[in-house]
């Protein structure tokens, strides 16, 4: 694209006069390559040679503006062909539209929508879905009801993603019912209800607790809608099992997952094991394990947090530790979270001497700690009366760039209040005082 320039020149003193196809073809062109200000360049070069454009050469070039969002740009053109009388059409209002959602500026959509209409362009199915998706995601349902009665009015038929997004804002709502009605329309209109709609519908009732509904979705998508159920449907309901501590129930849908041949991934795994760790049957966790590593899912962050927190929970402080190294030679670094479990476990086991070298290990390797689990550390130190070694790692905090907060004050002041080390208990409450964390 870039010798397109010198090409048309070429083709100019010849006295070749290129149409209207060829000169939207290197607008498109240009467009693709995301290279549209040289597109808006050609256009204003071929213009000024008295060339003209149609109304699919300005679409093309409006809509690649929006794509790289400039849309006040696009709207600028739309009124320089108003200018030219060339007649704007649903194409241009509507990826003008678009762009103004995009942008967060459903206020000026509207506008250019009711705009579109006093002209008297009418609006197709694109523009009615953008519409409805830009009044979804911004909780207005009642205008995007509003939009499909109008377009039902209009004679334009709702397709899949029109009904898709209704459900789906409503469901986000906790509008279970409407949602519900909304799925008895697009049966009666004869759209078949995709398996995004049915696994929309049964978060929608998770969502509100209620989980009977939800199986009973669930059963409709295996039976009477003849949609077959993808991973995500067993992975919504089997997470919401586990949440229930229904593992029972969760781990009978995985075997159900084997004979209809559709394979768990590390979502399904990730939350029996956290299931089964939540109700202390950590003995069942290492059979799952090894299934995942035979159908190859690999565990990621969540399985090893669920495991840690069972783990330590459970009081398998040396497991704990061991898994926590396994995960760090495998390359799947640990988050705040799943370190200040582990310490806290260790701290509570007694086993300081053990954590601190772990703290150590992980400093030298480069991770940050959060206040939290310096928290946590600091704690643990000063329960066993090593008061020097607390004040030593709130120094090293600090030098971490880490700063105490109230409950570091507290964990220190009633430490030395314990060991009638008065003074100095009052001297850390006068600097709490100062830092201005005693309320």
């Not at 939350?271 to 159908?295: F, N, P, Q, T």
């Not at 086991?349 to 070298?357: C, F, H, Q």
Request: aromatic fraction near 10%; charged fraction near 20%.
């Amino acid at each position: 694209m870039t010798s397109a320039f010198s090409v048309f020149s070429k083709i100019f003193k010849l006295g070749y006069h290129p149409d209207v196809v060829t000169l939207t073809t290197v607008i498109r062109g240009f467009c693709s390559k995301g290279e549209v200000h040289k597109a808006l360049n050609f256009h204003d070069k071929v213009v000024a040679q008295g060339f003209r454009f149609n109304q699919i050469s300005y679409a093309t070039l409006m809509n690649g503006l929006c794509k790289i969002g400039e849309t006040k740009v696009a709207i600028q053109l739309l009124r320089i062909i108003e200018a030219q009388s060339i007649e704007p059409d649903v194409v241009m209002y509507s990826t003008i539209i678009d762009s103004l959602f995009k942008d967060k500026l459903a206020s000026e959509a509207s506008d250019m929508y009711s705009e579109m209409v006093v002209k008297g362009i009418s609006p197709n199915i694109f523009t009615y879905n953008t519409l409805i998706y830009g009044y979804c995601i911004r909780c207005r349902l009642q205008e995007s009801i509003g939009l499909v009665n109008e377009m039902l009015s209009n004679n334009i038929m709702p397709d899949f993603y029109t009904y898709n997004m209704l459900i789906d804002a409503l469901c986000k709502k906790g509008k279970i019912k409407q949602a519900m009605n909304v799925l008895a329309m697009m049966v009666r209109a004869c759209v078949k209800p995709t398996i995004v709609t049915l696994n929309t519908l049964m978060e929608g009732y998770y969502l509100v607790n209620e989980v009977k509904n939800a199986k009973y979705v669930f059963s409709v998508i295996m039976t009477q809608m003849g949609v077959t159920p993808d991973i995500y449907s067993y992975n919504i309901i089997i997470n919401e099992l586990c949440k229930s501590k229904r593992i029972y129930e969760a781990m009978n849908l995985l075997q159900k997952m084997h004979t209809r041949n559709i394979v768990p991934n590390v979502v399904t795994y990730s939350s029996l094991i956290d299931g089964l760790c939540k109700s202390g049957r950590i003995s069942y966790v290492w059979a799952l394990i090894d299934e995942m590593h035979d159908k190859n899912q690999q565990p990621n962050l969540i399985t090893y947090n669920s495991l840690l927190d069972g783990l330590c929970k459970n009081h398998y402080s040396e497991k704990a530790i061991e898994l926590f190294r396994e995960m760090i030679e495998k390359g799947i670094r640990p988050d705040k979270y799943t370190s200040t479990i582990v310490i806290d476990e260790m701290c509570k086991a007694g086993r300081l001497k053990n954590v601190s070298e772990f703290f150590q290990d992980l400093l030298i390797q480069g991770y940050c700690f959060d206040i939290e689990t310096y928290n946590v550390m600091i704690s643990g130190l000063c329960k066993r009366g090593l008061l020097d070694e607390a004040l030593t790692l709130w120094f090293m905090m600090e030098d971490h760039g880490c700063m105490p907060d109230a409950i570091t004050f507290q964990i220190v002041v009633c430490a030395f209040f314990e060991k009638d080390e008065t003074e100095k208990a009052e001297k850390f409450l006068r600097e709490m005082i100062t830092r201005g964390l005693l309320k």
